[in-house]
């Protein structure tokens, strides 16, 4: 099986769902990009290349490049979907959600429910997030949690090329509005992706290794960290069972408890601010559903209440790392 | 403009509906009969019938919180509303909705909106759909002086304007942005000028005249459907109620809605104008006037019968699918 980026297996999905569904469109800033120029139109693809080549292939009905306005992008991906078709709306940065948020928790997310079940909204919002190049405060955050607490949103935080393309294939084919969050820092990973169209469902979640005497639950990129993390614990007699969920809406809770009562710890590790976090959402639940399994006490591993810093040294040290994963999983084994 | 006799009834007559729904809502609530937030349409019903008179069933529509008048006009079921407005097992939303969500997607009615400046983008949207499919359909946001001041509208007129897609913009200016005078809070005042400058033209009426409605939207949505792009339609007009069922109105001059009442009201001046030309009688429309209120008593006494939604709705039509 050919191994592909994260970049790659979202642009080679999104070329098949146009391909398969002339419903599908796509719509955003830059999306071609070069609209109106002398190099363009088609000059880039999207930022960070992710649509590339679907302007050229597909048109400017169906790739449609939009002002800098991302109300009336999510707006018009709502209204869309109302009207039938399938729109992949790009918010550029998921720190621009600001902007949009309206669109998606007052009107798509809505809609089926207040109109008594007659409406569908069909869109997916593709958005990136996630720091580690010293793209400051408002280039970098990872706000899936307060999208996740949404009713009638569905949220995927892919952590590796093959499910961000199974995952994204499911989001588009879908009936309901989704949040589909790609970690900028994970374009370039690479792993075993099929050619063909596949789907990942929503709401089960990845064992990404088997242990016995730790739960790490970690999302998108913090599942590469809790990973090694656990690679290295091996040498110290630690065994841990790591749990991508892959979609945090719905949240393979099952998995995770079962986890739980198996292990009797659980760390979480959430690469957003602590509050009303996934992870304080994961210890909740855990909490409130197992309690009398845990042999120590929930330990989140998460960037302080804080801002996302620019200067290097100071956005490693907001980031959880492999070290800080570690020190809290030592300390939940010294705790029986 | 030359309508016939079977369009003239039906549009005094889809005015009449809004009229006495809306007077008999205020009655109704008055009696504590209606939950929530309520806003009235009343004064303001030429402007949603002459633009909806233009339209087909396939065309596309998105109101706002005031949207009672502009469901009607699109083809919503009047008991279906009652009932929702209600808050009953039955209500074209099932009760879960109520006054400011309600919808019926099989008359191209996309949904009244609680978020002022909520629904343009929206329609943006429609209108990209049915651009793509080569439909010859249009999309219609309905708006007021106060979505003006939003700037969801600005970015959904200049995206309709830059994809050339078939949306009409419907400006309703019934002075107050809920308590306050636009002319505070239209930084120029200008509403016309300020939509002209996104690069489309606007066609202006006065919003208590249907047939000046009729006419200027006829004009928006034959550009529309020729693939000319999007228009936006300015209608001053007056409301008879307050923002919000409740509201006391002290913002208001002395004897200002007596005034309105008596000099902007559609319904008198619609009769004036066809009985003159004697396109229809007095005879004609005292009929359709009694019929309304016999349907508006049928609608309120069903509403007020119907049960409560079961409760299992509670839980249902959040996701299709999790």
């Known amino acids: ?336 | 403009m030359q309508l016939s006799r079977d369009e003239l009834l039906r549009a005094y007559r889809q005015m009449k509906i809004i009229r006495e729904f809306e007077e008999r809502l205020h009655i109704e609530i008055g009696r504590g009969e209606i939950p929530g937030f309520t806003h009235l349409y009343s004064g303001q019903e030429a402007c949603a019938v002459g633009v909806c008179e233009n339209l087909e069933i396939d065309d596309k529509m998105v109101s706002t919180h005031r949207g009672h008048g502009h469901c009607i006009a699109k083809g919503c079921d009047v008991k279906g509303m009652m009932k929702e407005i209600y808050g009953k097992d039955g209500g074209l939303c099932n009760g879960k909705g109520g006054s400011m969500h309600i919808a019926d997607l099989d008359q191209g009615m996309l949904g009244a909106n609680g978020i002022v400046g909520g629904g343009p983008p929206l329609a943006v949207g429609a209108a990209i759909a049915e651009r793509n499919r080569g439909t010859g359909r249009v999309a219609v946001s309905f708006g007021g002086d106060g979505s003006i001041n939003q700037g969801t509208v600005f970015e959904a007129m200049n995206l309709a304007v830059v994809l050339k897609a078939p949306v009409i913009f419907v400006i309703e200016n019934n002075h107050y942005s809920e308590h306050t005078h636009y002319s505070y809070a239209v930084g120029s005042g200008d509403i016309v000028g300020r939509t002209k400058a996104f690069g489309m033209p606007v066609f202006e009426a006065d919003g208590s005249d249907f047939f000046a409605v009729y006419d200027a939207m006829k004009e928006a949505v034959d550009r529309g459907r020729a693939g000319e792009g999007p228009s936006a339609l300015y209608l001053p007009i007056v409301r008879f109620y307050g923002h919000v069922e409740g509201d006391p109105q002290n913002y208001r001059g002395p004897d200002e809605t007596k005034k309105n009442r008596e000099t902007m009201d559609c319904l008198p001046k619609f009769r004036q104008r066809v009985t003159e030309a004697a396109l229809l009688t007095n005879e004609d429309l005292d009929k359709i006037d009694e019929e309304v209120l016999a349907l508006i008593d049928e609608a309120v006494a069903e509403a007020s019968a119907a049960p409560l939604p079961p409760m299992e709705m509670l839980y249902t039509d959040v996701y299709n699918e999790y």
Request: charged share 20%; aromatic share 6%.
């Open chain 1, 1 to 336: 099986m050919p191994e592909k980026s994260m970049r790659d297996a979202i642009n080679e999905c999104l070329h098949q769902e146009m391909e398969r569904d002339e419903n599908v469109i796509v719509l955003g800033e830059d999306v071609a990009g070069g609209m109106g120029s002398p190099g363009g139109p088609e000059a880039i693809g999207g930022v960070f290349s992710l649509t590339a080549g679907l302007f050229t292939k597909y048109g400017e009905q169906r790739v449609i490049d939009t002002p800098i306005s991302e109300s009336a992008i999510v707006g018009a991906a709502a209204g869309a979907a109302l009207a039938g078709l399938r729109p992949v709306a790009e918010i550029m940065f998921t720190d621009f959600m600001g902007l949009c948020l309206d669109p998606v928790y007052n009107q798509g997310a809505k809609f089926k429910y207040m109109f008594g079940g007659k409406a569908k909204t069909p869109m997916v919002i593709r958005t990136t997030m996630g720091a580690g190049m010293s793209a400051a405060a408002q280039h970098s955050q990872t706000n899936y949690a307060w999208l996740t607490s949404i009713p009638g949103v569905k949220c995927a935080v892919p952590s590796n090329a093959y499910d961000a393309k199974g995952l994204l294939t499911s989001a588009i084919r879908g009936e309901d509005p989704v949040m589909y969050f790609e970690h900028k820092m994970l374009y370039m990973a690479a792993c075993e992706v099929p050619d063909e169209s596949y789907t990942v469902p929503f709401g089960k979640g990845n064992l990404t290794r088997e242990g016995s005497d730790v739960t790490i639950v970690a999302f998108a990129r913090m599942v590469h960290l809790a990973n090694e993390a656990a690679d290295e614990l091996v040498a110290e007699g630690i065994s841990c069972e790591v749990i991508d969920p892959r979609t945090t809406s719905p949240l393979d809770e099952e998995l995770i408890l079962e986890s739980v009562q198996q292990t009797g710890r659980l760390v979480v590790v959430d690469e957003s601010n602590p509050r009303c976090s996934m992870a304080s959402d994961i210890a909740g639940i855990v909490a409130s559903q197992a309690f009398d399994y845990l042999d120590a006490p929930i330990k989140l591993v998460t960037p302080p209440h804080t801002p996302i810093p620019f200067a290097p040294n100071l956005e490693y040290a907001y980031l959880p790392s492999k070290d800080r994963i570690k020190q809290e999983v030592q300390q939940v084994m010294e705790a029986l």
